[in-house]
């Protein structure tokens, strides 16, 4: 419960996605790439995520750890599963 409890979080999975996805960012970076994201949350769930050993502090900026990595391996398939809903969804509301 505790993994689901820091994943629901605001912004956490978005910024697992992108330094998984996307390779080692900064903390400016990694505000671009989120766009609308507070930078006192993105501080926060960078605070969370280093806490849970979900990712580190390297010499390129925030990377994940291997752990990362392996959450983000075990994530990919409901991303596929998410994309087939929400085609279905949409054909659904095709008049």
């Given at each position: 419960?505790?993994?689901?409890?820091?994943?629901?979080?605001?912004?956490?999975?978005?910024?697992?996605?992108?330094l998984c996805h996307?390779?080692?960012?900064?903390?400016?970076?990694?505000?671009?790439?989120?766009?609308?994201?507070?930078?006192?949350?993105?501080?926060?769930?960078?605070?969370?995520?280093?806490?849970?050993?979900?990712?580190?502090?390297?010499d390129e900026g925030?990377?994940?750890?291997?752990?990362?990595?392996?959450?983000?391996?075990?994530?990919?398939?409901?991303?596929?599963?998410?994309?087939?809903?929400?085609?279905?969804?949409?054909?659904?509301?095709?008049?």
């Amino acid at each position: 419960m505790a993994l689901f409890d820091l994943l629901g979080r605001n912004w956490t999975m978005r910024i697992l996605w992108e330094l998984c996805h996307g390779g080692p960012s900064t903390f400016r970076e990694l505000q671009g790439q989120c766009e609308s994201v507070s930078p006192g949350v993105l501080n926060s769930r960078l605070k969370e995520l280093r806490e849970a050993q979900l990712i580190e502090l390297g010499d390129e900026g925030y990377q994940p750890t291997p752990m990362g990595r392996s959450l983000f391996e075990v994530i990919l398939p409901l991303d596929r599963w998410s994309k087939r809903w929400a085609t279905s969804l949409a054909r659904r509301q095709m008049p």
